[in-house]
């Protein structure tokens, strides 16, 4: 025989027979139903009633992180029932429309959603507070979007447009601010606004990758770009120039900066604000992904007192994050770090930063020349561009500071290859480096949505066995769900190349051999290559082979990788 509702929860031990006499007399006076009551009394949770009713009615308890909510389905019940009976559709199974319900015995509610739909509903469990949630979360920013272009277009005169312009509830004002807050969001770190002959795009780079999020209408479009502006303090007359800007916000706890460019288009000022959220947490190293072996290579170069650490790769690729990933470890009160950068984009309490301004003769190589006035123990460049600045962060090296930097290579040997090219002295450059820590990003698999299947792409197979591995049976991909917006990634994490100089490779250096022979020098030395790395993280589940070829793959790599 099926329990009843309030034998459960006593079972559970959530009430006594004594909180449960009193509910029962609440339920006679209010007509309410029984877990109504208990939740008015404040005796259980909207939780505890759900699950409890799940057991008690044989009915199927939603999690909605497990589900994906197809916007298709969730329209087929006006957004006015959905708010008002705490409903939702979630799919169409065997010709049944599953609907998850506050109160699934509710027969007057089934039987309107059944005339609205003209399916017969097959009732689900879950809380009013789940339901209105997850509603809330299939509201994407597109269909809210379309509620401001329908208020927009009801506007009537076009000079109350223009009033309304610049004020906090204009249609412009809330696009642009439901724009930066939904990048938030979905974890972009980055927001392009396009202009184009019919309106702007919006596209976000979410783990690395540019994905279309909306369409603005044309009319919109100059109302978006100067709210935009207003917020990053640029000028909004000025349509024929590039400016650079930063805005601070603040959403849900977490505090983000935002660098903001603008750049004239033939159809308008395309904006591109890079995200950049300040919380401590990303900047400590263990949480980069770097191999333990790597990690401790690291924590050594970083023990020294002077010397010249590069952190290397293409654009996009973690570089000057890494580099504040540094100076967090360095940072101490016994220290005077000094940076010249640009731009600056972690503000980090303790630590000196400049910002490049060639307006003011402030560059890399002038602001490098008076930091070293300014009695620094570490110093950090944000790029080594030219030679002026190449030669002057090696002497400071070899003057007895530490020193950071970056330099666009696409591996840490080929990083010294470029230097002496710069014709940086081999002799000074040999004195002064310390390491090389090459790297890329790759997204992860999420760990929701995780499949395993065989390997039998031959592309990867091939260069697998270039690299002298053994191509691994197993590998991993996202099938997609929810909680990865159904792409089956869901955050980065590094591959790297770390390496640390020896004897050997500055002898080499110094006698300016040729990059292939300082190959074989730090494959001896225990050098793990980019490619191999990747492999290693391809075997062991934390990518896939889509993100290797994407990443690190190169033809000029098979065969010549070893």
């Known amino acids: 025989m099926r329990k009843r509702l309030g034998d459960i929860l006593q079972d559970q031990g959530l009430i006594t027979e004594q909180q449960l006499a009193s509910a029962l007399e609440e339920q006679l006076n209010t007509g309410d139903r029984l877990g109504q009551a208990l939740i008015k009394l404040g005796l259980v949770t909207p939780n505890q009633v759900a699950d409890a009713l799940s057991e008690h009615l044989g ?253 290397t790769g293409p654009t996009g690729s973690g570089k000057s994050t890494t580099l504040y990933a540094f100076l967090n470890r360095l940072n101490s009160p016994e220290k005077n770090i000094v940076t010249v950068e640009d731009p600056v984009e972690y503000r980090l309490a303790g630590v000196n930063q400049v910002q490049v301004n060639p307006r003011a003769d402030l560059t890399f190589s002038t602001g490098l020349r008076t930091v070293l006035r300014q009695d620094p123990d570490v110093i950090m460049v944000g790029e080594i561009r030219d030679e002026e600045t190449g030669e002057i962060a090696v002497r400071s090296a070899l003057t007895g500071h530490l020193v950071l930097s970056t330099l666009h290579t696409n591996s840490a040997v080929a990083t010294i290859t470029r230097l002496l090219n710069m014709n940086l002295q081999s002799y000074i450059l040999s004195s002064t480096i310390i390491g090389v820590v090459a790297q890329r990003l790759v997204r992860t698999i999420c760990p929701d949505c995780k499949v395993a299947e065989p390997l039998t792409d031959p ?34 994490t590094i591959v790297e190349e770390v390496l640390l100089f020896n004897r050997d490779l500055r002898k080499a250096v110094e006698q300016n051999v040729g990059e292939g022979e300082l190959w074989d020098l730090a494959l001896e030395s225990g050098l793990v290559t980019l490619q191999v790395a990747a492999v290693r993280k391809l075997a062991a589940g934390i990518t896939t082979a889509d993100e290797i070829i994407r990443t690190v793959y190169s033809v000029d790599m098979e065969g010549d990788v070893s």
């Open 59 to 311: 009915i199927e308890r939603v999690d909605f992180a497990r589900r994906y909510l197809a916007p298709e389905i969730v329209d087929l019940v006006p957004p006015s029932t959905i708010v008002s009976q705490h409903v939702l559709p979630l799919e169409i199974e065997d010709g049944f429309l599953v609907v998850a319900m506050g109160d699934p015995l509710n027969i007057n509610v089934i039987d309107d959603l059944q005339r609205l739909t003209g399916k017969i509903i097959k009732p689900l469990i879950a809380t009013e507070e789940e339901i209105d949630d997850a509603f809330q979360r299939t509201r994407n920013l597109a269909q809210s979007a379309r509620e401001v272009f329908d208020r927009y277009q009801a506007e009537e005169k076009e000079q109350e447009e223009e009033q309304q312009q610049f004020l906090g509830d204009a249609p412009g004002v809330k696009l642009a601010n439901m724009i930066l807050e939904q990048a938030i969001k979905q974890r972009a770190s980055d927001v392009h606004l396009e202009p184009h002959a019919e309106g702007m795009r919006v596209r976000y780079r979410v783990d690395g990758i540019l994905r279309d999020i909306m369409e603005i209408p044309r009319h919109l479009q100059s109302d978006v770009v100067s709210r935009v502006k207003i917020m990053a303090n640029l000028d909004i007359t000025e349509r024929r120039k590039p400016q650079d800007g930063r805005i601070q916000m603040d959403l849900e706890e977490q505090e983000v900066d935002m660098r903001i460019s603008s750049l004239p288009t033939v159809y308008g000022e395309k904006i591109v604000a890079r995200v950049l959220h300040k919380s401590s947490n990303l900047l400590e190293l263990e949480d980069f992904g770097f191999s333990p072996a790597n990690l401790e290579k690291i924590e050594r170069m970083l023990r020294l007192s002077q010397g010249l650490i590069l952190v």
């Open 459 to 492: 592309l990867m197979l091939r260069f697998i066995r270039s690299l002298h591995l053994e191509p691994p049976e197993t590998v991993y991909r996202g099938k997609g769900c929810p909680l990865c917006k159904n792409t089956g990634y869901r955050g980065r």
